[in-house]
């Protein structure tokens, strides 16, 4: 058997990521293959550097993309931060957290959880709590923004709390960059992590990662080897970093990275105040087409991401079945449920490039004619008016 190239159809992805890719990032992945030590490489790494902080909001020095998908950041951020014995504590409020509980784990430390009710934004009151019952707590770690569940959470609060009570903070922010604000100087984050196909709107692979001066500090100070050689930041730096010559430490996945700086020129080029009401505005529209149908909202209004809107499949309704046909009907993907979540809930994807009036609009009459064929209980020939009022303010 011959097999022969691979050609994916045209989708459009509005699921919880990948995004839609812009066509400009597709076109600079393809752009001619150099050397990662070759010096116009190394100036183009200085741009993204440059690029990432505008993204994150910070001066921080040690800004760099991960050569790996956002798990990947997330794990830099705890194999580096996270010591044998010390106690960290984990607000959990959806799938993602859990998997910070086992980071912290499998780098010999101590995990307490403190769990929220999934769909709600995490309780600073809570956390507060469990800072005051810990008085050893080393670091604090939770998810800006829940991508299993669409609640976002305040991010500056839990940051401040945690800091009153001495402790670092690890912040999962790979779908809210981007998205939302995101302001790791003002709020004052220690460690954060992305990842490039949610809000970017670029291929996915890529984990940016920032780190305070506070956090580099224990970095440092460490008693042990970071476990993982890979992912060890002093290491990492030799390459990354700024003053010194570039060292080799693993060959830089260069188109990926040609990817991300287009991507980042397309966020600087809009503007962050701009990218973020942009996907508000949409994020309105879509919801006043979905409500409109009947459809109700899994989160409360005060605490949803305008990038992934979750609603509750109606009564007796076949999940799976309806993605399949706006799949195979419309090219459209949208994100089944995750976790407790499976089976109750679709996640409809705002992100990035994908966050525009045309994918509102496409979105809504796909949904309105394919619920109709599956008999769900909703209201049809309403959603598309609906969201077209709120577009056209
Ligand atoms: C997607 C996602 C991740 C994981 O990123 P990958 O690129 O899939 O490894 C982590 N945290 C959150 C909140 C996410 O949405």
Not at 116 to 142: M, T
Not at 155 to 162: F, G, P, R
Not at 257 to 267: D, F, R, S
């Amino acid at each position: 058997m011959t097999i022969r190239p691979f050609h994916p159809p045209q989708r459009v992805l509005m699921g919880p990521g990948p995004s839609d890719v812009s066509p400009r990032v597709l076109e600079a992945l393809s752009r001619p293959t150099i050397g990662h030590l070759d010096p116009v490489f190394v100036a183009m790494m200085d741009e993204m550097k440059a690029l990432l902080k505008y993204a994150f909001q910070t001066k921080n020095e040690l800004t760099m993309p991960v050569s790996a998908p956002g798990s990947a950041g997330m794990e830099t951020c705890f194999a580096n931060l996270v010591e044998p014995g010390d106690k960290v504590i984990v607000c959990q409020n959806g799938v993602f957290a859990g998997r910070m509980k086992e980071n912290v784990e499998r780098c010999g430390g101590i995990a307490v959880m403190v769990q929220d009710e999934w769909g709600r934004a995490v309780d600073p009151q809570k956390l507060e709590d469990a800072l005051k019952a810990n008085p050893d707590a080393r670091i604090v770690a939770f998810v800006h923004a829940e991508t299993s569940t669409g609640a976002q959470s305040d991010a500056k609060t839990l940051v401040e709390i945690a800091h009153k009570h001495n402790c670092l903070t690890i912040v999962d922010a790979v779908t809210s960059l981007g998205g939302t604000p995101v302001m790791v100087d003002e709020w004052d984050i220690d460690a954060i992590y992305s990842g490039t196909q949610k809000c970017l709107s670029c291929t996915p692979g890529l984990s940016p990662v920032s780190f305070s001066p506070n956090a580099q500090a224990k970095i440092k100070n460490r008693k042990s080897k970071v476990q993982s050689w890979f992912m060890d930041l002093n290491l990492v730096m030799g390459y990354w970093g700024g003053e010194t010559k570039r060292t080799y430490h693993h060959t830089a996945p260069i188109n990926a990275l040609y990817g991300l700086h287009e991507a980042l020129v397309i966020l600087q080029e809009e503007g962050l105040h701009n990218s973020w009401s942009r996907h508000q505005k949409n994020h309105l529209a879509l919801r006043a087409g979905l409500e409109a149908m009947g459809l109700n909202f899994v989160v409360p209004e005060a605490e949803r991401l305008p990038q992934l809107n979750a609603i509750t499949v109606p009564h007796g309704v076949d999940e799976a079945a309806v993605r399949a046909l706006l799949l195979s009907d419309y090219n459209l993907e949208i994100g089944a449920g995750l976790g407790a979540m499976a089976g109750k809930v679709w996640r409809i994807g705002l992100m990035g490039y994908a966050s525009n009036p045309r994918n509102v609009r496409l979105c809504l009459s796909a949904l309105d004619d394919v619920l109709g064929r599956v008999k769900a209980p909703v209201k049809h020939g309403v959603a598309l008016e609906a969201a077209n009022r709120k577009l056209a303010n």
